[in-house]
């Protein structure tokens, strides 16, 4: 496709339900980004992969967050028992080459978290 | 954490005005990127500068960047109701670190 898509765009939740978000990047990207971002805040960093390998899970805030992306393409982003603060717009981006700093991040439209 | 930390957190000017925004960051960089977001969308890149660069353009952007204060600034001219949006600037590490962004209203 022509930028990184991400889906669902919404998603509600109930408190202690698991979830899903995937990740397209732009075919070819070697890097992939996951970030946070609540309300009013700017992004944070939760998790890079470079191809299949996660090369930085530092930014996870528990071990409820596990990322995955096994074939070096699309990724999925997974929130087990789902807590009312993991509420935010979850954004993935993906860059072509290895380094992040030196590069462009083309962002997905992010998928909105609710938590009831 | 976030390293980046934008100010003002809000600006409102009149279309036609220039906006500027500062940024500044605690650790040495290689670079430093400007991104903008649009209410309910992804990020947009804008305009990266490098470390060893003072000042960049890119049609009605400027950035500039002093290391030694670790801060850069970006400025928007002849503004128009289009450029109404937050904008955030991105220090790199190995990942990016994000400030907390300007929200920019531009009334037409």
């Known amino acids: 496709g022509a930028g990184v898509s991400q889906s669902p765009r919404y998603k509600v939740a109930k408190r202690g339900q698991d979830v899903a978000l995937r990740c397209d990047p732009i075919?070819?990207?070697?890097?992939l980004f996951w970030y946070q971002q609540a309300l009013g805040q700017g992004p944070e960093f939760l998790t890079y992969f470079q191809n299949e390998a996660q090369l930085d899970k530092s930014g996870l805030p528990s071990d409820r967050f596990f990322a995955e992306r096994p074939e070096g393409s699309v990724s999925t982003l997974k929130i087990q028992r789902t807590q009312q603060e993991d509420s935010a717009v979850y954004l993935c981006?993906?860059?072509?080459?290895?380094?992040?700093?030196?590069?462009?991040?083309?962002f997905g439209p992010g998928t909105r978290l609710t938590v009831l | 954490s976030q390293q980046g930390e934008e100010d003002p957190q809000a600006l409102s000017i009149q279309e036609g005005e220039n906006a500027t925004m500062n940024c500044s960051y605690k650790t040495s960089i290689n670079n430093l990127q400007w991104y903008r977001q649009n209410s309910g969308r992804g990020l947009v890149h804008l305009i990266l500068i490098r470390s060893n660069e003072r000042e960049k353009h890119s049609g009605r952007l400027r950035v500039t960047l002093d290391t030694s204060k670790k801060s850069s600034s970006l400025l928007i001219t002849a503004s128009r109701a289009a450029d109404t949006a937050s904008y955030f600037c991105?220090?790199?590490?190995?990942?990016?670190?994000f400030g907390t962004g300007t929200s920019l209203t531009v009334i037409p």
């Open positions: 991105a220090t790199d590490a190995f990942q990016f670190y």
């Open positions: 981006a993906s860059s072509l080459v290895v380094l992040a700093g030196d590069n462009e991040q083309f």
């Open positions: 075919s070819g990207h070697v890097s």
